[in-house]
């Protein structure tokens, strides 16, 4: 299994920018399907964002593409999520998941979950 800690949420202005990362355990980081999800408050957990194995294929939620990127360095065993042009309503709690399975990341069920950094947009 595989140990998640997500770091760089924070307070930022609509318009601004943040990047995420998630650090993760253990030395095969390469098997894994990562992805972000988000949950605001009185919401229901989204999808974010996701990369494959190798980093040649993303895939992004409607709400995000063309504002955020989402990019891994397997040697690094880190994930990150560039966000830019932050709104309002991107204001959530981000989480890092990991899978091993295989399968469309946008549908997978995820088997390994981070604590969780808090993005808030607001002026």
């Known amino acids: 299994q595989v140990q998640l800690v997500e770091s760089g949420g924070g307070l930022v202005q609509p318009g601004g920018s943040l990047r995420l990362s998630c650090a993760a355990s253990?030395?095969?980081?390469?098997?894994?399907?990562m992805a972000w999800f988000r949950q605001a408050p009185g919401k229901e957990r989204e999808f974010v964002s996701a990369?494959?194995?190798?980093?040649?294929?993303?895939y992004y939620a409607d709400s995000v593409t063309g504002r955020f990127t989402i990019s891994r360095d397997n040697a690094r065993n880190t994930v990150y999520l560039q966000m830019s042009d932050l709104k309002p309503e991107d204001t959530a709690v981000y989480y890092c998941?990991?899978?091993?399975?295989?399968?469309?990341?946008?549908?997978?069920?995820?088997?390994?979950w981070g604590q969780g950094t808090q993005v808030t947009v607001s002026s």
């Open positions: 998941a990991a899978t091993s399975r295989y399968g469309d990341p946008r549908m997978m069920s995820y088997t390994y």
């Open positions: 253990g030395r095969t980081f390469g098997i894994y399907v």
């Open positions: 990369i494959n194995r190798s980093g040649g294929s993303t």
